[in-house]
């Protein structure tokens, strides 16, 4: 005769079966689309569309997200951000080519994480969940085709800005894009920081009237350091990735984990960041992929963002 725990046991057990089944099967390719609205472009600006794309973790197999990406074209973003692991898979290239082929011509800026320049290696997969990885174990892995991404991005019009600035003229606003580099691999140099905002202001020879300068910042990993760094040099919203959205999930929603030092209630979604009286908008993006060795969504759907940059109009009727 069974006995009553082992019943139990077994109940359990078919359940544990049945979430990771949807977790790995169907919540992993649910594909959200999230809006959000920032207002931090100068007053009687016209509103800027941007496309938030973080964590493709691009492999030869992930066709419905190939289909999915393409589909977003359609929203005729004015920009572009990528913050990081579009790359998933030594062969990951080719897939995140055509993904990415609609965009082409669309003005773009994109920081990397540490699967665009190493493939991810085999680990406990239950072990995102409790503690956040470390450089170390994401060493030694197989090199990616790190040149050939910065070959695609550069045909697509995009501009790589890991720890450089670049600007651009959207609809009559100037956004100055600030880039850090990954500092979950610690290749952030947020010393250089204020140099490089500098060189690259003193470098502005276009000769186009600034009459609206909006600053805003773009990273892979949102270390407290890094956005810290940002909001200091002026950054009124800053764009992260890396999270996940902590990416297995307690019902509704709420993250156990960012992979790094921002707190669990910030692991996606807008927020405000606070820093040496200042503050900025920090848009983090939940990501559209998962590595390869742990391929499973909690209450954590994949998503990309399309945020609406508008005017800072103050009314006092």
Not at 276 to 302: K, N, Q
Request: with cysteine; glycine share 10%.
């Amino acid at each position: 005769m069974v006995s009553r725990s082992g019943i139990t046991l077994a109940g359990l057990g078919a359940m544990a079966l049945g979430v990771a089944a949807y977790g790995a099967l169907i919540e992993r390719e649910n594909f959200r689309l999230r809006r959000e609205t920032l207002p931090v472009l100068d007053a009687g600006s016209e509103p800027i569309r941007v496309l938030h794309l973080s964590d493709l973790h691009m492999a030869p197999w992930h066709g419905a997200t190939i289909s999915w990406i393409r589909e977003l074209a359609e929203l005729a973003p004015d920009v572009v951000v990528g913050t990081g692991d579009f790359l998933g898979h030594p062969e990951g290239l080719s897939p995140l080519s055509e993904a990415l082929s609609p965009f082409a011509g669309i003005p773009g800026v994109v920081t990397h994480g540490s699967n665009d320049r190493l493939a991810p290696r085999f680990k406990n997969p239950f072990a995102y969940v409790l503690e956040p990885s470390t450089p170390h174990e994401e060493s030694g892995g197989v090199p990616m085709d790190f040149a050939g991404l910065l070959s695609l991005y550069s045909r697509l019009g995009w501009s790589d800005i890991d720890n450089a600035v670049v600007r651009m003229n959207i609809r009559g606003s100037t956004l100055e894009w600030v880039g850090v580099g990954d500092a979950h691999y610690g290749l952030d140099t947020l010393g250089a920081l204020p140099e490089i905002l500098d060189a690259a202001r003193e470098a502005d020879v276009s000769g186009e009237p600034h009459s609206s300068i909006t600053t805003l910042g773009v990273t892979h990993a949102p270390y407290q350091r890094v956005l810290n760094a940002l909001v200091t040099q002026g950054a009124e919203a800053i764009f992260a990735g890396h999270t996940h959205g902590g990416q297995v999930c307690l019902p509704g929603g709420r993250a156990l984990t960012t992979n790094c030092d921002l707190p669990t209630s910030m692991a996606s979604g807008v927020h405000t960041w606070k820093h040496a009286s200042r503050s900025s908008y920090l848009e983090v993006s939940a990501g559209l992929g998962t590595s390869i060795y742990a391929p499973i969504r909690l209450f954590c759907p994949p998503e990309a963002v399309l945020i609406t940059l508008v005017a800072e109009d103050i009314s006092y009727a």
